[in-house]
């Protein structure tokens, strides 16, 4: 028998059977654990915070031989989800959620990406911007993964791509405009300074992006992610658009 007890965050929670349930964690070790969860919703005494998406949990977990699902056997609230309200960061944290099922694996472990989701969810449950918690979890994931395209040179020429326009292709890498090709997401320069500034800042100390910026971040760094998950991002496919996306760039 293997038993475990670590810190998780709770990715996604199914109900099986009338009080059952299955719960997706990312552990503390930065793996994604689907556990089985018996009379979760009617145990207080052994699950007495229920296992909301976004919270983060301190778990007991076991798995015997011949068992395809860990047994998740008790668990405690250490940190709740961010408030579902305003609209918007219930729409950030399903898509915080969303990055985590998606970058995580069973069983291979990468600690930053618990940190990662953790500090951003914090950041988020504190106030800051859920437009900007969602750019920097993309930025982050991207890197973290080796999928983030470099950024100093063109990928065709090899002028270098500092204080200018660059243009970006998923699983292809950065142009300049001359060599662009067609279809690739466009960075104006003070976007490019954005991500420079958000890989050495923590989540609750990134400023906010202005409008032209944000509205140029929202279409390449989600492309970036889709082009590696292979699917859509739900949360981002239902999320409204902010106001000023439907505002001409100054």
């Known amino acids: 028998m293997r038993r475990g007890e670590e810190e998780a965050i709770v990715l996604d929670q199914h109900p099986t059977g009338e009080a059952d349930r299955v719960v997706t964690l ?3 070790g930065g793996r994604r654990m689907t556990a089985f969860a018996p009379r979760a919703a009617r145990s207080r005494r052994r699950f007495p915070g229920g296992h909301e998406p976004g919270a983060v949990l301190a778990v007991r977990w076991r798995t015997r031989r011949g068992e395809t699902m860990p047994l998740l056997e008790e668990s405690r609230v250490i940190s709740p989800p961010p408030r579902p309200e305003p609209l918007d960061r219930f729409w950030a944290t399903a898509h915080l959620l969303d990055l985590g099922l998606g970058f995580a694996r069973e069983g291979e472990d990468d600690p930053r990406l618990f940190r990662l989701l953790r500090s951003t969810l914090g950041a988020l449950a504190g106030g800051a911007d859920p437009r900007t918690c969602c750019r920097y979890a993309e930025l982050w994931m991207l890197l973290l993964a080796g999928l983030f395209p470099d950024l100093d040179a063109c990928g065709t020429c090899g002028v270098p791509l500092a204080g200018r326009e660059v243009h970006v292709v998923p699983e292809q890498g950065a142009f300049c405009g001359e060599h662009a090709p067609a279809g690739a997401g466009r960075l104006p320069a003070d976007a490019v300074r954005w991500l420079v500034a958000a890989r050495h800042l923590p989540p609750d100390r990134v400023p ?13 760094l989600p492309r970036l992610v889709r082009a590696f998950l292979g699917r859509s991002l739900r949360a981002l496919a239902s999320w409204p658009r902010a106001p000023e996306a439907d505002e001409e760039t100054q």
């Open 26 to 28: 990312l552990t503390g």
């Open 208 to 220: 906010e992006a202005p409008p032209a910026v944000a509205r140029a971040l929202a279409d390449v």
